[in-house]
């Protein structure tokens, strides 16, 4: 069964068409690439999932359920997680603090705060940012940023993961690590992803399944290498060959 | 019923109306281009009153030219609040970023002090000029000269300053600003000459206002509130940016101000006025002036 | 002595010398004493929803003339006990209701429409009083001083004690996180609407008490008078003097401005109003986390200096 289903997804933005007619599962425990060029509809997508902006038409569920229409909150406790394409930490509280609210206010609902905080600063040791745990968010660099907004992701225990470039402007060091802890996420936590990628060697090398979207619509899904090489996306991409 | 269709409430609502499209102008420039909530717009006005009755009194200086001098004087006023105090923030980005989140609380300080300095120099007490007295007779209708000056000179600043914005270069800029202010830098536009013509502009629009009310009602250090929470209602409903619309939106809210005070009752007008700003800040709310949360 | 252990013993100090105080001395320092704690109830209070959340509300005046007019409504018809619990009662169901649709709004919009709020909410009073045919209302049989100071004392504890336990719960790191990124916030889970009509409601409780004994104090009412937009600066003023980050900041700012206020308030209260203005233009600009705040950045400073 798939544990999400967008089923024929639009969304309108006055005259503007940013989604059209979208519709794609994601099975429970896949990591599925998402691709496409600017402008193609990929964030506002992650953004009709996680409850940010809602749908002009067509339906999302999650576990068999329908969400859209729900608040982000509503969404965030049937178990989806979401990290924004230019980060959102909560930059004057502390790193441990970011992660302590996602374990105090995400499904879980630890009520105590001294136990979220216990468990906050756990989450930060496996992320790495361990010793960071008492520093304002806001002085981190943009990778300890992106680092920390999957650590508050993880935080809520969410089982759907939605990524957003999360490895743009990171070193090849940086984007190596970060591929690693992607792929953590579905073998050593059984999370599902949903991820949107530039980097094209990661997107292939974390993606099960592979979805390309242009212009608000989706024009490949499959196998990572075969769609990768796919004539529609390679014209998508760079435009019609010339004979 | 007669009195509703009666021309003289409709002039009432025009005096009014006019008064509000001015002031709405000169809060919707200073907002639209710099983000600069200013609450203290009302004491603008009263000081242009202020300088309009003492001309009257003390040197018995023709309204008129009181009110030129006024909105001069405020106009020089807005040019020295923003070279001193905003022009240097500009330079430090991350007190200008302080400066607009926080200019609500700045302004109503300013505000404060402008009141208090008002009254200690001038004392509490509501004080007027008889000008321009006399009844003149147009058909039916029949009004106060100095409201009909109101009116005519009122207009006559509002259409001004349209065809500044539309037909000058400094009006180009300022509407390139207003839409998109990166964007207006980058293709040359002196942001920091701009604004301060829009400072002065703002302040001088309102000090003109000012004058316009001393003429035709006492002035007081604390009149200046109910014409900002005016002002500020206007450029919500008229939209920001639209210039056109404070124009629009000014007569309109005379009109409704007016007209609802008449089928209510004077004491009715300060809850009529905050019920239609909490409402129109409830309705849209993140006025016309924040992206749409788009839902 | 250990650092955290300092400010809860400060504060005992406080507020036992406050409850000590009528045996010591009586009427005019009285009477400063019960200012000051009057200032420390309502900025603390202000603090939980305006501190915390980043929503500033200019219109908290709205409740202590609310509750000031529930004082008067039922004077001699209830124990005044009664009436004031009554009078905080009344202020939380006015937050609830007024708060969900006015939290939608944000930034500088909510400023200006916590201001137009507590205006009308005064406008209506003035009406309906103008209605019933008073001009004002006395008070006849009112508590001596010495009940409403001690009074004042516990609802300035009340405060300061919600104030702390507030910030240091769950609900606010909730609220903090409202505070720095309400979107994320919310896709974090923090259930936003919620959580801001809860602070809201609790920074209305004890305003509503203040202003129901307040009214005690001066045995007469009059609407103009306790819905006062210049209680709602004062109380924003304070807290930017004083800062906002903890419960230092609203004892740090009442204490400076009572000082200010016994030089300037007599003899020249329009220049007491210029200073006021001006330092809120000031410590906006250039302290913005007040004076608690740059003592603890000197404090802090100093550790560095000394650990190094």
Known sequence: MSLLAIDRVSKQFGGLAALSDVSFDVGAGEIVGLMGANGAGKTTLLALIAGNLRPTSGRISFDGARIDGLSPAAICHRGIGRTFQIVRPFAGLSVRENVAIAVMYGPGGERQRKRAEEKAQAILDAFGLGPRGDDLAGSLTLAGRKRLEVARVMGTGARLVLLDEVMAGLTAAEVAETIELVRDLKVRHGMTILIIEHVMKALLRLSDRLVVMHHGRVVAIGDPHEVAGSAEVIEAYFGKRRA | ?295 | MNRTAILPLVLAILFAAGLLLPALTTGYWLGVALTFFMWVGLVQSWVILSGLTGYLSLGHAVFYGLGAYVMVLTWGQVPFELAILGAGLACVLLAVAIGVPCLRVRGPYFVILTFGVSELVKFIVVNIEAGLGRAGRLIFGAPLIETLYYWIVILALVATALAFLVSHSRLGSGLRAIREDETAAETTGVPVTRLKVIAFALSAFVPGMVGAVMVLRTTYFETIHVFNPITSFTIVTIAIIGGSDDVRGPILGAAFLMILSETLLVNAPEIYMIILGALLILFVLLVPKGIAGGLTGLIARRRREAGS
Not at chain 2, 55 to 81: D, E
Not at chain 2, 187 to 215: C, H, P, Q, S
Not at chain 2, 227 to 241: H, S
């Open chain 2, 1 to 295: 019923m007669d009195l509703l269709l009666s021309p003289q409430l409709l002039a009432s609502a025009l005096v009014l109306g006019t008064l509000y499209a001015l002031l709405a102008l000169g809060l919707n420039l200073i907002y639209g281009t710099m983000r600069l909530l200013n609450i203290a717009h009302g004491e603008i006005v009263m000081i242009g009153g202020y300088v309009v009755y003492w001309g009257f009194t003390l040197a018995s200086l023709n309204p008129f030219i009181a009110t030129v001098a006024a909105a001069l004087a405020a106009a020089l006023l807005g040019v020295a609040l923003f070279g001193s105090v905003l022009r240097p923030m500009l330079r430090s980005g991350e007190l200008m970023a302080r400066v607009e989140a926080n200019s609500l609380l700045i302004f109503f300080g300013v505000s404060v002090i402008l009141q208090n300095l008002a009254a200690l120099a001038f004392t509490a007490s509501p004080r007027g000029i008889s000008f321009l007295d006399e009844i003149i007779e147009i058909g039916a209708l029949r009004i106060g000269a100095d409201r009909l000056v109101v009116i005519i000179v009122g207009l006559a600043a509002c259409f001004g300053c349209l065809a500044l914005f539309r037909l000058t270069t400094l009006g180009l800029a300022i509407r390139a600003i207003i839409q998109q202010r990166d964007a207006a830098a980058l293709v040359g536009i002196d942001i920091t000459r701009t604004n301060m013509a829009v400072f002065a502009l703002g302040f001088g629009v309102a000090g003109l206002a000012g004058g316009l009310v001393a003429m035709i009602e006492q002035v007081s250090p604390f009149m200046g509130f109910p014409y900002t929470i005016a002002a500020f209602i206007v450029i919500i409903l008229g939209g920001l940016g639209n210039l056109t619309g404070s124009l629009v939106g000014g007569l309109l809210l005379g009109v409704v101000e007016t007209y609802g005070v008449a089928l209510t009752s004077a004491s009715y007008r300060s809850i009529l006025l905050y019920g239609v700003f909490i409402a129109i800040l409830l309705i849209r709310p993140e006025g016309l002036f924040g992206k749409r949360r788009q839902r």
